[in-house]
């Protein structure tokens, strides 16, 4: 069965400290992946793809085929980025996302 | 960013009850989801819709459910005899170009079921 394991529940760091939320997937080959982002009352938002290699917010995540692992990362996090973050690559069958479990991060001053 | 709503944004109903939840893109699309999340769970995959049909759906999404476009433009799940474990947000998402392109959620309907 494909599945997405997020390890960490909840993740709390002090502004300013960096942030790494793990992902990792059970399938082989290169699927497209996604992390999506829940801010607080809102809805889930695209936060970056693997395909585009952008950086949005200070984010990215690098794709590790040998590990089958697509961390998200922030050198120096902000209280704005607290929210739910869900790691979410498409299926093999390439039709729909497969959730993880999801991260919330928690980042005080 | 395409818009995508949801009504209602909240539904109680009782068990055994029929519920239609709908969804409206605010713009033309083929590619159309209904993701389900119940509380404390995480977000699980129910159907895919294209071209005016299934193109696939989880073991999760029975007989019980049911998709539709009635009239063009809102997409709709239908859930015929709710169960108190059909309680759950439903998040009906759109993309452009299929499964592997960006998923665009609407805010969400809370179904719960007494």
């Known amino acids: 069965a494909q599945r997405v394991t997020q390890p960490e529940k909840l993740l709390s760091v002090f502004k300013g400290a960096p942030v790494e939320l793990k992902c990792n997937y059970s399938?082989?080959?290169?699927?497209?992946l996604f992390w999506y982002v829940q801010y607080s009352r809102q809805r889930l938002q695209l936060l970056l793809r693997?395909?585009s290699r952008e950086s949005i917010k200070g984010f990215t995540a690098d794709l590790n085929k040998g590990e089958t692992s697509f961390h998200l990362k922030k050198p120096f996090a902000q209280e704005e980025d607290s929210a739910m973050y869900y790691c979410?690559?498409?299926?093999?069958?390439?039709?729909?996302?497969?959730f993880g479990k999801g991260t919330t991060l928690s980042v005080s001053s | 960013e395409p818009e995508v709503t949801q009504t209602p944004s909240h539904q109680v109903t009782q068990m055994g009850q029929e519920v239609i939840l709908r969804c409206v893109p605010i713009?033309?699309?083929?590619?159309f989801y209904w993701y389900r999340q119940i509380l404390g769970q995480k977000v699980e995959f129910l159907v895919s819709?294209?071209?005016?049909?299934?193109?696939?759906k989880s073991e999760i999404f029975d007989d019980q459910f049911s998709v539709e476009r009635p009239d063009g433009s809102n997409f709709t799940l239908k859930i015929r005899s709710t169960k108190l474990e059909d309680s759950a947000m439903y998040f009906c998402?759109?993309?452009?170009?299929?499964?592997?392109?960006?998923?665009?959620f609407g805010p969400g309907t809370r179904l719960t079921v007494l």
């Open positions: 399938y082989s080959g290169s699927p497209e």
């Open positions: 693997h395909i």
């Open positions: 713009s033309n699309h083929l590619y």
């Open positions: 819709f294209y071209n005016n049909e299934i193109s696939e």
């Open positions: 998402a759109i993309t452009f170009r299929g499964g592997t392109d960006t998923q665009y």
């Open positions: 979410a690559p498409v299926n093999q069958a390439g039709t729909a996302l497969i």
